[in-house]
């Protein structure tokens, strides 16, 4: 898939931990333009793919690119949260392994009309499924300042949060915040943002915490998991990539709890006791790998 911008993010580990030369279905609940999924129809004639995504365009373009691998995948438009809805569509007994990557994908990252890059004019949308009706720029413009400034100190962990809030309220009654360069411009001025190397620009916690807030990205995240490896069958081998530490931190305590839980018996076994990174030469390769965390375990 890299002949589309898109590498998938640690392949090999993930591979790796799925086991995914198995004969058997493969569940990809993040499937966006399918680099893990297709990469392992390649080397396993014996698999088949269920994908899901919110996305349409990324299931549109990577229903294209699909090939002679097309009569092994089944795509679906849906959160991945509904996966434990569908078990008309997914044979459990069948499934050998689940993945989730929740990570934006460099096809979505680099359209400006997403608007979900700061580097880029475009409208403030950030929108997973656009069919949905809230947007970043609903957010801005209607949200209370305390609201907004819990969703930048939350889910974007920005040390200027109160202050953002305030200058956006008073920003957006005059109709000056339209664009995403119009945002990052206020939280550069807001955060008196100076380029440092290994720092972090502010209008990326910015854009994470609204990117969140809009697809309501962790809701739920924890219980899902729960649900999702009591419905596996034992040997069913899942892997969770994440791409900051609020969506780490979730599947860390999931797999925790899932493992010695309070009550009862173990339900999964842990297989990566530290989160698997990148390695060097990945993220000289592909950057945007850097923030990379791969946490798996098997359903006992």
Not at 96 to 106: A, E, K, N, Q, T
Not at 230 to 256: G, M, N, Y
Not at 268 to 293: D, F, G, M, W, Y
Request: aromatic share 8%; with cysteine; glycine share 8%.
């Amino acid at each position: 898939m890299k002949g589309c911008g898109h590498t998938p993010v640690l392949l090999e580990e993930t591979l790796f931990f799925l086991q995914a030369s198995r004969p058997g279905v493969y569940v990809d609940g993040t499937f966006g333009l399918g680099g893990h999924s297709l990469e392992i129809l390649r080397r396993n004639d014996s698999a088949r793919i269920i994908g899901f995504d919110h996305d349409e365009a990324s299931l549109q373009t990577a229903a294209g690119r699909l090939g002679s691998f097309s009569s092994r995948v089944s795509l679906y438009q849906a959160d991945f949260r509904q996966l434990v809805e569908f078990e008309g569509l997914v044979p459990w007994a069948e499934v050998r392994g689940v993945l989730f990557d929740l990570g934006l994908s460099s096809f979505q990252l680099d359209n400006p009309a997403r608007g979900f890059s700061f580097n880029q004019e475009g409208p403030l949308d950030m929108r997973m499924d656009t069919r949905q009706k809230i947007t970043a720029e609903k957010i801005l413009m209607t949200y209370p300042e305390d609201r907004l400034a819990g969703i930048f100190k939350e889910y974007g962990e920005l040390h200027h949060a109160k202050l953002l809030a305030r200058k956006i309220v008073s920003l957006r009654k005059l109709g000056l915040i339209k664009t995403t360069v119009d945002l990052r411009k206020v939280v550069e001025e807001t955060c008196h943002w100076v380029p440092q190397k290994n720092r972090i620009h502010p209008a990326a916690k910015v854009f994470q915490a609204l990117r969140i807030e809009v697809n309501q990205e962790l809701t739920g995240l924890g219980d899902f998991l729960e649900k999702l490896a009591r419905i596996c069958f034992p040997e069913t081998r899942l892997a969770v990539i994440s791409f900051h530490s609020l969506e780490d931190r979730l599947v860390k305590r999931a797999w925790q709890q899932l493992a010695a839980p309070l009550t009862g018996q173990p339900v999964v076994k842990i297989l990566t006791r530290k989160p698997v990174t990148p390695a060097r030469q990945e993220i000289e390769a592909n950057s945007r790998s850097h923030s990379a965390k791969l946490r798996a375990a098997e359903r006992i």
